[in-house]
């Protein structure tokens, strides 16, 4: 059975930094493209950033380019979402999801999610 376990979310103020990480099970990780997708009060669900199976590449939405980097612990199962320079329009509950891309909106499979507000 897959199962995402999403952790790391938070309250932090605009400019700090928080790390999600996704912990998997029954799935390999590395196997399949896996990312990070956020939904906001009233928004719909939106991918954050992606990576892919077979070399590693990643993709990130314009919105968070040079701001958010994704990684993975193929070791642990394990992966990561590094969230820099948070901005309050970033405030949404993020899930880790597969398969994973840009005109993906509808996930097979995500977590229960995990809350992130950026606020003063």
């Known amino acids: 059975q897959v199962q995402f376990v999403e952790s790391g979310g938070g309250l932090v103020q605009p400019g700090g930094s928080l790390r999600l990480s996704c912990a998997a099970s029954g799935f390999t990780l590395n196997d399949y493209g896996v990312g990070w997708f956020r939904q906001a009060p009233k928004k719909e669900r939106e991918v954050v950033s992606c990576?892919?199976?077979?070399?590693?590449?990643?993709y990130y939405a314009d919105s968070v380019k040079g701001r958010f980097t994704i990684s993975r612990d193929n070791a642990k199962n394990t992966m990561y979402l590094q969230m820099d320079s948070l901005k309050p329009e970033d405030t949404a509950v993020y899930y880790c999801?597969?398969?994973?891309?840009?005109?993906?909106?509808?996930?097979?499979?995500w977590g229960q999610g995990t809350q992130v507000t950026v606020s003063s």
């Open positions: 990576i892919s199976s077979s070399d590693g590449g990643t």
């Open positions: 999801a597969t398969p994973c891309g840009p005109f993906i909106s509808t996930p097979d499979y």
